[in-house]
């Protein structure tokens, strides 16, 4: 919701808020506390509201979530998950980086991607949903969900947080096996002529209440 949700900027100028927002940084370290965070907030509002001609930096967030894993992990044994999870990991990295995504982070059968471009991040969804898809471990095949949202999240090292995070977080939950969801918000930056988009009934904690959702196949694949 503030101005500026991008990363904050803590440049070697003189500017008094980068000088407030190292000082902050070397006193607090990088454990997180409230008065760490809502004074990070303040020095960032401040900048935004003082800077001029700032770059768009809009990020296209994708998580993805393999169905039916933790059933399957229950009887599978520790050795085949680990296989398992090894080989979607690197499968994940080729595809995103081949797209000019970067893996933000895995989580437990899934991971956290950001994109710049935004036909790119569907591309990627699409191309890591039939590459996981042909995988095979004792006789489980898993099957992917893929969920999308473009906003203006905050970048804290190499992380991302804010509602934008958390939007597309709950779109994935949403999308069924094989299917990838991406928001309004997606569809609107990205060449709508190169998709086939079918609206989805969708409503979540913690989204707004008028967010659209589409399922969305790159034409190529029909």
């Not at 095979?136 to 992380?159: A, E, F, Q, T």
């Not at 309004?184 to 190169?194: G, K, P, S, T, Y």
Request: hydrophobic share 45%; glycine share 12%; charged share 25%.
């Amino acid at each position: 919701m503030l101005p500026g949700a991008g990363e904050l900027a803590f440049s070697e100028s003189g500017k008094p808020s980068d000088r407030v927002a190292r000082l902050m940084m070397q006193v607090a370290g990088d454990q997180p506390s409230a008065v760490r965070e809502l004074g990070l907030v303040t020095v960032q509002a401040w900048q935004a509201l003082t800077s001029r001609g700032a770059a768009d930096g809009a990020v296209t967030i994708m998580f993805t979530d393999l169905v039916g894993f933790s059933t399957w992990a229950l009887r599978a044994g520790d050795d085949q998950v680990l296989r398992l999870l090894r080989e979607f990991f690197g499968v994940s990295r080729e595809v995103v980086g081949g797209c000019g995504g970067v893996v933000v982070k895995s989580l437990g059968d899934g991971v956290m991607v950001a994109f710049s471009d935004v036909d790119k991040a569907i591309e990627a969804a699409a191309a890591l949903g039939s590459a996981v898809s042909a995988l095979n471990h004792d006789g489980y095949r898993p099957s992917l969900r893929v969920g999308l949202h473009r906003g203006w999240p905050r970048k804290v090292g190499k992380d991302y947080i804010g509602v934008d995070v958390n939007i597309a977080a709950r779109v994935a939950d949403a999308a069924n096996g094989g299917e990838v969801l991406v928001t309004e918000q997606v569809l609107e930056a990205a060449d709508r002529a190169r998709y086939v988009a079918r609206s989805r009934r969708f409503r979540a904690k913690g989204t707004p209440k008028d967010l659209a959702v589409y399922a969305v196949v790159p034409r190529h694949e029909r």
